[in-house]
């Protein structure tokens, strides 16, 4: 198998991001920061994703963090001078996350330890996510006064229920991986170092088959949230 690897940036944002045996693999690279989204990494991911989608080579993607965090939240330190105002005059994360739901390619998201807030939101951008036993998963913006800016009132809602959902957004508590598995936010749950293993493994196996129907199903199945059933 041929091995790409795609220098991005030369930001300490940058993510990682090999190609090989048809599986784009891209990693969030801000280990200091425990894999916060700020401007920069969010739009190297989006650029990374887009290269993803346009070169032939690539059957599937992969997203994944480190052992300690997929990504830790929003970048805080990047937000807090921000107004209201500012953000939505800026359309803080849309243009990114708009690139990345236009992804035509299946998306897993391969999560160990954190995914919170943006990461969160992140991690149900994908089309699935596959999770260790360390996984935590939460939206807890209401600790800071503030509501999940990318999704994580709209997806996690469809994803585990009003119930829950409204439990995790108001409260700012935390799902393990095994609540997570039970609610259906994660497809399965394996130990951490079988984690990427298990991803990559789930990728290949849909990088094996067609790539026509394999995009036909991810976009059916994405049209089963927005479309009445007939």
């Known amino acids: 198998a041929t ?23 891209v990693t969030l690279n801000r280990p200091d920061a425990m894999n916060a989204l700020n401007d920069q990494l ?4 989006a ?9 032939e080579k ?3 993607i992969v997203i994944t963090g480190s052992e300690k965090a997929f990504a830790a939240g929003a970048d805080i330190a990047m937000m807090r001078d ?32 954190y995914a919170l807030g943006g990461g969160c939101e992140l991690a149900m ?33 469809r994803a585990i229920g009003k119930s829950k959902a409204m439990d995790m957004n108001l409260t700012g508590r935390f799902m393990d991986a095994a609540e997570a598995e039970r609610a259906g936010l994660v497809s399965r749950v394996v130990p951490v170092k079988k984690l990427m293993e298990e991803a990559m493994g789930a990728a290949n196996k849909i990088a094996s088959k067609s790539m026509i129907s394999v995009m036909a199903i991810k976009e059916s199945v994405n049209q089963a949230f927005e479309v009445p059933l007939r």
């Open 82 to 113: 921000k107004s209201f105002v500012d953000v939505f005059a800026g359309d803080l994360f849309t243009p990114e996350t708009d690139q990345i739901m236009r992804v035509r390619k299946p998306i897993i998201a391969a999560v160990s330890g």
């Open 3 to 25: 091995t790409e690897i795609y220098t991005l940036s030369l930001h300490d944002a940058l993510p990682i991001f090999d190609v090989d045996n048809h599986i784009a693999l």
């Open 58 to 60: 690539v059957r599937c």
């Open 125 to 157: 951008m994908c089309d699935f996510i596959i999770c260790s036993e360390s996984a935590k998963f939460g939206q807890p913006e209401i600790n800071l006064g503030v509501v999940a800016g990318i999704g994580g009132t709209q997806r996690l809602t």
């Open 42 to 45: 969010m739009t190297e991911l």
């Open 47 to 55: 650029d990374a994703l887009k290269s993803a989608q346009e070169n």
